[in-house]
């Protein structure tokens, strides 16, 4: 039944892509057994031929990894920030300064009074460097970090280079079982396959990380086991897939506004888009779909994006 609807949407999919070949995904089946859930795909890749990829992964894994993980929310920020300040600010002298903290919403105010103007201001520094530390806590504790958009908008997302490194021990029985599959296939050959395996599965549009703030990740098992992912998502899982099949290989996830694709230090020939990061040529992949593009090549809005340099990107 699940099979089934998967490919109306896939053919429904078809009817809309125009300018590049859509991702079809012909199979998703999970089926959960005593310690293992096994995962069953196909897909139609880039040349028109059926491909197929069976795996298992352990229930306690899919169960608790990153179970915690959830929205940012600034409220819940804020909250842990102020009651940082205030065990900060107890244990100060109250015969030399007096620290009063109040907290509005998503903001918090700070104000320090003293005899003593030098005294005031380094309580005051103290006090900022307290607030910055609280973040900081907060934020690596729930899987998130600091961000700014290639616009110099700032604001907060899930930290994508940490999901996909923890995240490598998780896919290892996809890896063994791509390892088994391709005993001799070509880098290019193997990279080829991950990419259409993951294009092919159904596609969430990602709102502006800006606004939703994370809303919508899911990390790698998540994103297999809902058989969904957006761009963001997509990118981290394969990522993650290509540190474990090529440990030295250096990868980067690139962002561009409302977007999200791969760089990769690999060979590449004339014609292939490639990005220079730090010095070195990325070559490029588009694992979002829902258009299968190949490898080395990129929509042409994410072409746009980096050859005017509007991107920023973070390394593995």
Known sequence: MYAHLIRLISIMLVSICTASACAEQLLFDKERGGTLTSFKYSWIDTHGRTQNFNFSIDNKKINSKFRNFKNYKPYSATRHIHKALERTASKLNPREAKAEITRRMNTIEISVTSKSEELQQSTMEALQVAREQALTDFLKKNYYIRFETPLGEAG????????????????????????????????????????????????????????????????????????????????????????????????????????????LQLPHVKGDDTVVIEGSEYLLVEPTGPATLPYGKVAEQSKMYLDSGQFSYELL
Request: overall charge neutral; charged content about 20%.
């Open 156 to 263: 907060v997302k899930p930290d994508h280079v940490r999901f996909a490194t923890e995240s490598k021990d998780d896919l290892q029985p996809l890896t063994k079982e791509l390892v088994k599959k391709f005993p001799s296939i070509t880098t290019k050959g193997l990279v080829e396959y991950i990419l259409g395996f993951i294009q092919t599965i159904p596609y969430s549009k990602l709102d502006s990380r800006i606004e939703t703030s994370g809303a919508g990740f899911s990390p790698p098992l998540k994103l297999l086991s809902d058989n969904l992912g957006d761009c963001d998502s997509k990118s981290v899982l394969m990522a993650s897939l290509m540190k474990n099949a090529f440990p030295q290989l250096s990868v980067a996830i690139i962002y561009i506004p409302n977007h999200a694709l791969l760089g």
